[in-house]
T-cell receptor
Framework: GENVGLHLPTLSVQEGDNSIINCAYS??????FIWYKQESGKGPQFIID?????DKRQGQRVTVLLNKTVKHLSLQIAATQPGDSAVYFC???????????FGSGTQLTVLP | DTAVSQTPKYLVTQMGNDKSIKCEQN?????MYWYKQDSKKFLKIMFS???????INETVPNRFSPKSPDKAHLNLHINSLELGDSAVYFC????????????FGSGTQLSVL
């Protein structure tokens, strides 16, 4: 079946640096992509989304980039803070049932 | 106030037992879900209900039976628990038409011994 995967399972960055988390997807019919953040002991939390007719979307300290040519999605976090330490998931939406499929997650650790 | 609440947070039980996890959302959403997260953090949808009607039922053993008494509640009952059922189970909800923006509960850690 189709899946959404991540290049790196773990990422460590210094506090204050920018973080980039990458994601590859395989379903060319996916038209909507979302990033979720899951802190330890909590459920995933919506961060930002992007539709397939866009290639960039910015939020507060976060930017999502979409490259449909190579089926690649990235999440950029500016000035990473300790509170950004979490597992980050990309997910895509496709099909008539509009089912959300999650990637395998990247553990982001912010170093002091 | 917690938007999506599920109970219990931890559930430890013996193989073969039957257990239930309850979920309630106070967001007024029409769609509710159950997701299973394994030890490698992989999240997989199990069920989706829209206005108390089942719309997604992934390949889940029929020992798992969701029940939606009203659109604010989606409970998960599991019969004859097996070791492989050990995982974290998340309830979630979403507004009609916004399928990608889910609000998750804090999870139920199920351990089958």
């Amino acid at each position: 079946g189709e899946n959404v995967g991540l290049h790196l399972p773990t990422l460590s960055v210094q506090e204050g640096d920018n973080s980039i988390i990458n994601c590859a997807y395989s379903n060319s019919a996916s038209d909507y992509f979302i990033w979720y953040k899951q802190e330890s002991g909590k459920g995933p939390q919506f961060i930002i989304d992007i539709r397939s007719n866009m290639d960039k979307r910015q939020g507060q300290r976060v930017t999502v980039l979409l490259n449909k040519t190579v089926k690649h999605l990235s999440l950029q976090i500016a000035a990473t803070q300790p509170g950004d330490s979490a597992v980050y998931f990309c997910a895509d939406l496709s099909g008539s049932a509009r089912q959300l499929t999650f990637g395998s997650g990247t553990q982001l650790t912010v170093l002091p | 106030d917690t938007a999506v609440s599920q109970t219990p947070k931890y559930l430890v039980t013996q193989m073969g037992n039957d257990k239930s996890i309850k979920c309630e959302q106070n967001l007024g959403h029409d769609t509710m879900y159950w997701y299973k997260q394994d030890s490698k953090k992989f999240l997989k949808i199990m069920f989706s209900y829209n206005n108390k009607e089942l719309i997604i039922n992934e390949t889940v053993p029929n020992r798992f039976s969701p029940k939606s008494p009203d659109k604010a509640h989606l409970n998960l009952h599991i019969n004859s628990l097996e070791l492989g059922d050990s995982a974290v189970y998340f309830c979630a909800s979403s507004q009609a038409g916004t399928y990608g923006k889910l609000f998750f509960g804090s999870g139920t850690q199920l351990s089958v011994l």
